[in-house]
């Protein structure tokens, strides 16, 4: 291989290891400023200095997986957002809490369709 090609090679290889790392530092960074909970209408997520409801669509002891329901248009009913909440990302009583009303929210989901299907 010559040495022109080398270089290029490990300079490439060193651009994306840096852009990489920038990446995962501003996630980290952001993520610090993501806050799930729970008030008297649902589960919010408070991100960017906006509330966003959430829906729990599955509940598992590892994570809680929820759709954003943010103002309906055409992309987000054909591709939905999705949030993920690993166990590890809240401290564990906020967790089992969460994991808890999830349950919940997914079980009376259920059964309202099951409802509609039937009426």
């Known amino acids: 291989m ?4 080398r270089a290029f090679l490990f300079l490439f290889a060193g651009i994306v290891g840096l852009l990489s790392l920038f990446y995962s530092v501003v ?5 610090l400023r ?8 649902g589960a ?5 200095g906006q509330y966003k409801r959430l829906l729990f669509v599955r ?7 929820a759709t954003m329901l943010d103002k309906p248009n055409l992309f987000s009913r054909f591709w939905p957002a ?3 909440i ?16 999830a349950a919940q ?10 409802k509609k299907r039937f009426e």
């Open 105 to 114: 929210q997914i079980l009376l989901h259920r059964s309202e369709e099951a």
């Open 59 to 65: 509940a598992n002891s590892i994570q809680l997986i």
């Open 34 to 41: 993501q806050k799930i909970g729970i008030d008297e209408q």
């Open 2 to 5: 010559p040495a022109f090609l």
């Open 86 to 101: 690993f166990f590890d990302s809240v401290s564990k009583d906020q967790y089992n809490i969460l994991r808890s009303f």
């Open 82 to 84: 999705y949030r993920v």
């Open 27 to 31: 996630r980290a960074r952001r993520g």
């Open 44 to 48: 919010f997520l408070f991100e960017n």
